[in-house]
């Protein structure tokens, strides 16, 4: 059903100066697009200003705008001469060829508008390789007009972009009564402002940072925590707390999993950091294990990833060390010891280990190894701490298991379709190859001291052996104050 542009929608866009853009909305709308958005340019003198317009389709089929978003950008171009071009007169020609009217959508452009634009981009290419001079005059025409020419410059130095582009957002009522004229004025005092200081000043609005609130969206998102804590984020945000957290609650194979998220604002920049989140899991057995997982620059254990680590299982990771070195390494929670924070001491393990998943994987007859798509999702999910299902084929017969990674014995635990482990005695009719000296399988037992009672040495000399190599595995004590491990 095709979504209408009420009276009301049609008045506030007139009100806001946008009148361009009904016809759009009304054509998406009898395309029965129900969330869409529209683009608006302007440019004027040294300033260019997008204007990006955010619709939705209620149930009642009434089309609602919801957001706005402004950005503006601002380029003055130096008054000299070149290399033989006149810099002022080629930006008037790049300017001629981007043809764009007042808040108009941007239109193609066509045979004669063509020629004088690659005229002008042919001297643009000429200036930039001309003289270091040249070349920066000749970037800062290529970020001005880049937008609708196509010239295909993309600034490495976010302060580049930070000193000439400026945005803001508004929605929800702030809409109400708001015009396109307000909006600009509003950001153009903040963004000239910047300009002048190049400092981290904050626009001194309702409106809160919303590169910020976006990154901070993001990086929720990409840790596993979901889209349904980004209004909590934005409330506790514009309140301008010093810190605040947020909860988030889910179930990961019917077992609770709950994290409080720990936000803290910069004194120097006043931005957001998400640093840490407190994980707690109950587990099978009705035992509730926690611990707190840093972040590191917007990356570290996802909460899937604390799930299988708070169910016992090992997780892999890129890290890097105190130098900033990276390095690979398996992570384990030694649930026997706890650091002075009351955290589950990690019991990481290097490639010096000498771990090989994908070898103890292809001890098995498992299908999913014969196709190289799924064998690479099936390794990539291990690495994840996962208990991933798999098909082994054996003497004509199909077998549903699962398995996980035990990086610690170098070998993976087997189970049995309805989750039971499979015993000793029972792990050489799943396997490709006959069983060597060196155990292709760690067999769970249903408590942690049955297992340790079957890997248990022979000899008093054997357990001396391997308590040395267990302890050169152990973290080495920290010289710094700073908690937790970096993730990369």
Known sequence: MAGKVTIA????????????AINEAVGFGLKGVDDFHIALYQRQKDEFLQYALFFHTNSKKEIKLVEVE????????????????????LEARLYKSEGLNVLSPASRMDAPKKDITFSAISDLGQLYSHSKEGKAAAELLMFKFNQHLGIGFSPIDFAFVRQHVSTVTINGKDLIGLTATQMHQNLQNFHYSKQQNNDQSQLKTKNMNSENLQYLSDNIKYMGFGENLKEALEKNMKEGKAEF???FATEFGNKPFEATLNFKKSENTGNYFFNSYNASLERSSGEKMEQTFYINKGKGITSKEAFNLLDGRAVHKDLVNKENVPYKAWLQLDFENKDKHNNFEIKPYYEKHGYDL???VGKFAIAELKDPDKERALIASLMKGNVQSVTIEKDGSSHKMFIEANPKDKIVNLFDSNMKVVQKEAVGKYQSVAPSTTQAVAVKNDEVQDKKKDLKPDNKQEKAKTQKNNDSLLPKKRESNKKGLGVK
């Open 9 to 20: 929608l049609n008045e506030q866009l007139i009100n806001m100066g946008f009148e361009k």
């Open 70 to 89: 402004l950005e503006i950008t601002s380029i003055a171009i130096p008054e000299k001469t070149i290399g033989g071009l006149d810099i002022k007169e």
């Open 245 to 247: 957290q947020l909860q």
């Open 358 to 360: 994908k070898e103890a």
